[in-house]
């Protein structure tokens, strides 16, 4: 069992910016981390994976260009800096951990996912 921990998040204007971090705090071995969200009504959905050894990323078409995922891998950590925030940002934002690609040809693959966080709220209202 691994306990993701995440940070960050809160309640920004649109057009602010917001970064949340995950971080694997066991350092288990694992292929790829990022994250997923839920808007109110909606189902959970890809935004963003980084794949841990060679360091490669793949967006959603909705936040491309706004959010960057990245890590510190002597920390076991990722971040997603989330820019340019819109109101339909707005969402819990869970990190995900898996040891298998979570993605794959433009598609993302939730049920390949291994390990949750306990999910952030990211809130972008005027």
């Known amino acids: 069992q691994v306990d993701l921990v995440e940070s960050g998040g809160g309640s920004v204007q649109p057009g602010g910016s917001l970064r949340l971090a995950c971080r694997n705090p066991?350092?288990?071995?694992?292929?790829?981390m990022g994250w997923f969200r839920q808007r109110p009504g909606k189902e959970r959905e890809g935004v963003a994976v980084?794949?841990?050894?060679?360091?490669?990323?793949f967006y959603d078409a909705s936040v491309m260009g706004r959010f960057t995922i990245s890590q510190d891998a002597a920390k076991n950590t990722v971040y997603l800096q989330m820019d340019s925030l819109k109101p339909d940002d707005t969402a819990v934002y869970y990190c995900a951990a898996a040891k298998r690609p979570m993605s794959r040809q433009g598609s993302w693959l939730p049920e390949r996912v291994d390990y949750w966080g306990q999910g952030t709220q990211v809130t972008v209202s005027s």
């Open positions: 066991g350092a288990i071995p694992l292929n790829c």
């Open positions: 980084i794949y841990l050894g060679v360091d490669t990323t």
